[in-house]
């Protein structure tokens, strides 16, 4: 596929200040940035962003940088020097977003906190991530996506209650915060532009992006002192709703917790009496006798291998699917067909797939400019459009802060 180029993108007039490293604050910035907002990414000279770094490379440089990085400008200043902020706050002046997520208090030792930059700028929309937010007697701890899980609740939830919580395969904490962060900053812009409003800071903490999507975790406690423990791969309190094996060695994940689902699902397993049990007509019933509904629905998986199982319960009607591989995905001729995987070439000619945008707008989708870029690669356009001159620039490289 080919690179978007010229799209009239629905945030083409939108410029973002993106301050800070790794996941949370970046990826707010990608969301932006594939939807044509103007991202100038801010880096430590010599070394970047940690993200090259992390996880698979390629010639050096991490897989996962080029899709996360992309359609973004790289720009290397050092923070910590007077001429670097100077020029940041050139930089705020005319933008309509800053992202960051250092620890709280340290952009305000570096003169570039909220009240600094909106009193530059107080059209300034600032979306401010970390571990506990920017107030409270935890605000001041390092945090990371993996402490947030674990403080957010939904650690302690995962895997079997007889083995250690486990955590999931991303940094869910992390991408929970940058979505949030990006809702803030959309209703922001709309109270600024729409309302007659001023500009605002917007405060995420990680721990209270995953606390957000807990669900009915803390009523439950509170008005039946319920705590919600580990359940391996079923879902407690809605039935039925698990993984089975196949004959194959293959798992399925069953959903059959609609009424009319179950029904069916028993049906098609050749159950009848189950789908007309009147005890198991409705959920709470079938709460009741969930282990009964599991073993029968088990035993009928592992007679089969998975292929079968699918087809049979696509002919009735009842959500199921495969545990999915990244080579699954890959392949899938509905991933492929909604163009969530898109092919394009590195520079050195490698091909790479990377994830289609998310979410898909029917009149202005977003897509991909160009992957992320080389380190610095855009600093001395950027600092010129600002009035750095080409001196001065070049003083600066001299001295490591540019």
């Known amino acids: ?38 991202v100038i990414k801010i880096e430590p000279p010599g070394e970047g962003d940690p993200l090259r770094k992390w996880r698979k490379l390629h010639d050096g440089t991490s897989l996962w940088w080029y899709t996360q990085s992309r359609n973004k400008k790289s720009v290397t200043l050092d923070l910590k020097a007077p ?51 920017q107030t409270g007697p935890a605000s001041q701890r390092p945090g990371f996506a993996a402490i947030a899980e674990c403080m957010g609740g939904l650690r302690y939830v995962t895997g079997y209650q007889d083995r250690a919580p486990v955590r ?29 409003g001023k500009g605002q800071y917007i405060d995420v903490a990680l721990y209270e992006a995953v606390f957000a999507v807990m669900e009915s975790l803390v009523p439950e406690y509170s008005a039946q002192g319920y705590v919600r423990e580990r359940s391996g791969s079923s879902l407690p309190g809605i039935a039925p709703s698990n993984t089975y094996v196949c004959a194959d060695g293959h798992y399925v994940a069953i959903a059959g917790n609609g009424d009319g689902i179950f029904k069916r699902l028993m049906t098609a397993i050749g159950r ?11 959920n709470d019933g079938r709460v009741r006798h969930v282990d009964l509904i599991d073993d029968a629905i088990l035993e009928w998986t592992v007679r089969h291998d998975l292929d079968t199982v699918l ?8 959500p199921s699917g495969r545990i999915y591989t ?63 001159t080409p001196e001065q620039y070049q003083r600066m490289r001299d001295a490591g802060i540019a």
């Open 1 to 38: 596929m080919s690179q978007q180029k010229n799209a009239d993108l629905p945030l083409k007039d939108i410029k973002v200040i993106e301050l800070g490293a790794l996941i949370a604050g970046p990826y707010a910035s990608t969301i932006l940035g594939q939807f044509g907002a103007d």
């Open 83 to 133: 001429e670097a902020q100077d020029v940041v706050r050139k930089l705020a002046a005319e933008a309509d977003i800053v992202i960051e997520n250092f620890r709280p208090g340290t952009l305000e030792k570096w003169g570039l906190g909220w009240e600094q930059l909106s009193a530059i700028n107080p059209d300034l929309i600032m979306v401010r991530i970390s571990g506990y937010g």
């Open 168 to 196: 999931t395969g991303v940094s869910l904490g992390d991408t929970l915060a940058s979505l949030y962060g990006i809702i803030g900053a959309l209703i922001a812009m709309h109270h600024l532009k729409v309302n007659g």
């Open 272 to 282: 009848e009496d189950l789908a007309l049990d009147p005890e198991l007509a409705h």
């Open 311 to 318: 087809k049979v319960l696509e002919q009735a009607a009842v």
């Open 326 to 388: 990244a080579e699954d995905i890959v392949k899938d001729e509905h991933y492929l067909a909604r163009e969530m995987i898109q092919r394009f070439t590195l520079p050195d000619g490698l091909p790479i797939d990377l994830p289609g945008v998310v979410p898909k707008l029917s009149a202005t989708p977003g897509g991909t400019r160009w992957l992320g870029p080389e380190l610095g690669q855009h600093t001395a356009e950027v600092l010129k459009e600002i009035g750095v």
